[in-house]
């Protein structure tokens, strides 16, 4: 036996143990169903991620654990899907894997033998006719387990500083002058006073014309 190498031209069967090298149920995430047949128009088609039938799929073997419940409760229906089974599922084998009868209803079986092929059809009703069919078992793989590479952390030599303002003050701009302007000579003793000398006496004087300076009582 080998895996099938078309879903329209192979005719072979083979679990994934042997095949493909996978030991554990983990490696397979779901298990879609396919099947037609030339004695009605219901096709078949659904996955399930069901533990039992991903194991199934590993190692080809039931054991001693298949259950309607395994096929009639958390499948989902794909495109096209019309078929009564697996939702009909009354009945499970443990003989075989894919093939054989794993589930059927009441008259109703999904079956791969040498002898007969039936998808979805009441056997009694059809009995001796077995038509043409195709089935199809498809896995879908987990992907490898991968430890994604650390992130890219910042890098430990600073950059090179932008260029900055230069640190000596510009010279500064020339400022008000804060000191009063020199009188030389003193041409009246309100000059004199408004220099910040004193005088004893009290009078009365009135400051230059056109000098600007107030007048004072000394």
Known sequence: SH?????????SNWHLGPALGYTSTDDVVDVRFFCETSLHSRVMHFKTSNQHIRRVAVTGSHGDGNSPSHWNTGWIALTNHSALLPAATTYASNDG?????????????????????????DYMYYYGDIGSSSHQVWVRLAGPTQVPNSTPTSPTTAPTAAPTSPTTSPTAAPTSKSTSPTIVTPSSCAEYMYLGHTASGIYSISAKAGSGLPDRSV
């Not at 895996?3 to 005719?11: A, I």
């Not at 054989?100 to 033998?113: K, V």
């Open 3 to 11: 895996l099938p190498t078309s879903p329209t031209t192979g005719y």
């Open 97 to 121: 894997a894919f093939h054989g009868y794993p589930f059927q209803g009441d008259f109703l079986r999904w079956s791969i033998s040498d002898y007969e092929t039936q998808c979805d059809h």
